[in-house]
């Protein structure tokens, strides 16, 4: 792994645009991960349509996030991640131009969905290996900390913003942030000076055989990692179980909680998962002084399966807004410690792989699946009935989670995060 500069990460130029190229696009995401359910809601009325918007920011792992991570390793991972934010700026910025000329349709706007986030899995597999490499695993936690406090605040304020706008322009203008997030974002990470990649020479030629290889080492690697493989299942059972409440919560917003789908109120709901999220972020270097990262995973979990349940429960907007505190705080420390943890046991040559393939499973399979269902219960029964249910699955990865190799790596106080690999 290249030196790294001795200066903090604040202070370092390079680490410093890589932040502001996450945080502008995270920005931009999170206004169109607002407002897109909100226009095809808008546009059909369909419980079912507005759940598989949510399941479409997930389905492309399902095909290409394993071909996306293993050409990632491959390729300079600088100029992938600019050539991805371009397209989809491009992608994006359909929608509003649409929209305007008057030929915006739900299927135009399913598809966009799609592609958008098809093209992020390249963006997704040369970020999630360009991290290591730009500051060195030794700081990995506290430059994804860095990295997901920016999401968590945003997340906390651009969601009342956008409910304040959707009660004055339509759903499909303000996609017009995103495209811009997108652009900036390349130009961002285009600055950056130092490599994100390490030498490529000796590798041979690109072919199907090849890249199949490289996806089956990737595999390989998860499946014999006893703590990336655990956490991998976790993953996906916790994003079933959160893909089905969030394929739902515009409409239980508008029919449960009777705030609507804009306005102050239906911004601070989506809002408070942002401070849940900051604590989270904030918490995890602190807590991995203490604790092991699968102790943290073993005593997050609980806490969130259970406010997965309660959420959808609460009685009126306040109460959800405090029981999604609780729960976001929980939710994200579970997802970015995985994530930390997969970057710093993870070979430099399998980070692209590794990752596209943990968030096929988890992700990918998870989240499209839990929306699809989600929006099917909540279709039949209702939207509470369906989120309850899908966070009791949530359960399921508690089962997991204290029945597996977890419970031996976190009692293991000299424990060696390469030691689970046979």
């Not at 995973?297 to 959420?311: D, I, R």
């Amino acid at each position: 792994m290249t030196t790294m500069p001795s200066v903090r990460l604040r202070d370092d130029p390079d680490f410093r645009r890589y932040w502001l190229a996450r945080s502008l696009s995270i920005t931009g995401s999170m206004v169109t991960a607002i407002a897109l359910p909100v226009l095809v809601y808008r546009l059909s009325g369909s419980t079912v349509l507005t759940a598989v918007v949510t399941a479409l920011e997930s389905a492309p792992y399902l095909l290409a996030g394993l071909f996306a991570g293993a050409l990632a390793d491959r390729w300079n991972r600088r100029r992938t991640m600019v050539t991805a934010d371009a397209i989809n700026a491009v992608l994006v910025g359909s929608v509003p131009v649409a929209h305007l000329l008057g030929v915006l349709t739900v299927v135009q706007v399913l598809i966009v969905a799609f592609t958008v986030q098809a093209v992020y899995t390249f963006f997704d597999g040369a970020n999630f290996g360009a991290l290591p490499v730009l500051v060195g695993r030794a700081r990995v936690a506290q430059a994804n900390s860095a990295v997901w406090t920016a999401s968590s605040l945003i997340e906390l304020l651009v969601p009342p913003a956008t409910g304040l706008l959707l009660a004055v322009l339509d759903p499909a203008s303000l996609l017009t942030l995103d495209a811009l997030s997108f652009a900036a974002s390349a130009f961002a990470v285009r600055g950056i000076v130092r490599a994100m990649s390490e030498s490529r020479d000796g590798q041979p030629p690109l072919r199907p055989k090849v890249v199949l290889n490289d996806i089956g080492d990737g595999l390989r690697f998860l499946i014999r990692h006893a703590g990336v493989r655990t956490m991998t299942i976790i993953g996906s059972v916790q994003s079933f179980a959160g893909g089905g409440f969030m394929a739902l919560i515009v409409v239980w917003c508008d029919r449960v909680l009777d705030i609507g789908t804009s306005g102050v109120r239906f911004g601070l709901v989506w809002g408070v998962w942002g401070i849940g999220g900051l604590i989270a972020a904030l918490s995890l270097p602190r807590l991995l002084k203490r604790m092991p990262p699968a102790a943290i995973t073993l005593y997050a979990l609980p806490v969130s399966a259970l406010l997965g349940v309660l959420s959808p429960l609460s009685p009126n907007w306040i109460v959800a807004s405090l029981a999604l505190l609780v729960w976001g705080s929980a939710y994200v420390l579970v997802i970015v410690n995985a994530v930390s943890y997969r970057q710093q046991v993870t070979p430099e040559n399998l980070l692209g792989r590794v990752n596209t393939a943990g968030r096929m499973l988890s992700w990918g399979v998870g989240w499209t699946f839990g929306s699809v269902v989600g929006g099917l219960l909540g279709n039949a029964f209702g939207s509470r009935t369906g989120m309850v249910v899908m966070g009791l699955c949530g359960f399921a990865g508690v089962v997991v989670a204290w029945t597996s190799p977890l419970r031996r790596i976190a009692a293991d106080l000299e424990y060696s995060p390469t030691a689970d690999v046979p």
